[in-house]
């Protein structure tokens, strides 16, 4: 998954662009920038990969969201469906959206179960955020058909999943909105950044307005003569961080490559041993393999071998069920809705009862589940090395 393993000449030469301009913002200074647009031109690269029609950078995959969710119109007295499977930024963003969060059960995918979204619906719930988790996608048609029939509003969370694809089409693109991250652990990286992806030319708009304080670039060259038809926030990104995604972008395909083969080889390793079931993938051929996650038999199992990984110097594994940040389980501060602030969710009329929410079918799964970040500097003789540790852990 890190980009950051490829980072060398081309992300320097990138910024060394910026700097000999000493223009470190997306807009304006049409003169001093000399004809150079790193987020622009992010933007422009991110529509050719993605094949999304439109794309807004922005300071991370958090505001991306943030971002998202007000475009589409969604805030205070809405109810929004996220997995309990996912890191906290999903969530943050939906509260901090004045919106409610509600958790659907995942399954075998990682991802939101489209079977078990109609138990959690009510008159209230007005988006579903299907989290593509781990570099792989939910049953995102699925997803896609139940959020038409109910007229519901569906955003993606393709935070983790740039470079996956389902039947063909990027990640991010099957709803009104996709949202991207390229922070510093991503398959791609700018340091901080994010971006959103969409279809829809006014989503767009009110996206790139909302992400800069509601300016409408109406004033042309001078911002202060630009109107501000809707009220926003800051979530720029700089000409420094774009630039370093440029290069990264550049490289995509490539990372894509050497983690799809490096999954191949250990996968078709592990393949035999009866005691590994792995993750589902709906669509393999789109999986951007950043991750392999399987199951053990129970989480007992699942427990001694994450312990015997360890011993083994397998390094980069994950026991999801016991983490602080991408679990519902260890979230005692959304349980006990300990904000700095008080949130609009705590005054809603209903809302879940997050601290007695049972999710027997997502704890079941994240039980058993391990996954493995796959690396791209790994030569073979680490991967030989690896799947003997894994061999010895799960045989141990
Ligand atoms: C990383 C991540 C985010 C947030 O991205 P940041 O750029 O770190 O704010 C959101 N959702 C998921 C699933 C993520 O993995």
Request: glycine fraction near 10%.
């Amino acid at each position: 998954m890190p980009g950051f393993e490829l980072f060398g000449d081309e992300e320097k030469k990138e910024v060394m662009d910026v700097l000999d301009t000493g223009v470190l913002f997306r807009y304006g200074f049409e003169q001093a920038r000399k004809g150079k647009w790193k987020a622009r031109s992010f933007e422009e690269k991110l529509c050719r990969f993605t094949g999304a029609e439109y794309a807004h950078l922005c300071s991370s995959g958090t505001a991306a969201l943030s971002i998202a969710l007000a475009a589409c119109g969604i805030g205070a007295g809405d109810e929004v469906i996220i997995p309990p499977f996912t890191f906290v930024a999903t969530f943050e963003a939906v509260l901090n959206s004045g919106a409610v969060p509600v958790f659907g059960e995942i399954d075998e995918t990682l991802c939101l179960n489209p079977d078990r979204l109609d138990s959690v619906v009510t008159e209230k719930t007005k988006a579903v955020i299907p989290v593509h988790m781990c570099g792989a996608m939910a049953q995102i048609d699925k997803i896609k058909k139940f959020c038409a029939e109910k007229k519901l509003i569906l955003i993606e969370d393709a935070c983790q999943a740039i470079g996956g694809f389902f039947k063909g089409k990027h990640l991010g693109r099957f709803g009104k909105m996709g949202c991207l991250s390229f922070d510093a652990v991503k398959t791609i990286t700018c340091g901080e950044g994010g971006g959103i992806i969409t279809d829809d030319h006014d989503l767009y708009l009110k996206a790139s307005q909302y992400a800069d304080h509601g300016h409408d670039y109406s004033g042309g060259p001078d911002r202060g003569a630009d109107g501000h038809p809707i009220m926003g926030a800051n979530y720029r990104i700089s000409e420094l961080n774009a630039a370093v995604g440029v290069a990264q972008l550049g490289k995509l395909n490539k990372i894509i490559k050497i983690q799809q083969n490096n999954k191949k080889i250990i996968k078709e390793a592990l393949s035999g041993i009866s005691d590994i079931r792995f993750r589902q993938i709906p669509d393999p051929d789109g999986d951007s393999a950043s991750f392999l996650s399987f199951f053990l038999p129970d989480e007992t199992r699942a427990k001694k071998v994450i312990k015997a990984l360890g011993k083994n110097g397998v390094d980069a594994c994950f026991y999801w069920y016991d983490n602080n940040w991408h679990y519902f389980r260890k979230w005692d501060h959304l349980k006990s809705m300990k904000s700095a602030a008080p949130l609009c969710a705590q005054f809603a009329e209903t809302k879940p009862d997050y601290k007695n929410i049972s999710l027997p079918e997502s704890d079941s799964v994240m039980k058993k589940t391990i996954s493995m970040l796959i690396k791209l500097s790994w030569i073979d003789s680490e991967i030989e090395k690896r799947i003997n540790g894994i061999k010895n852990a799960v045989n141990s």
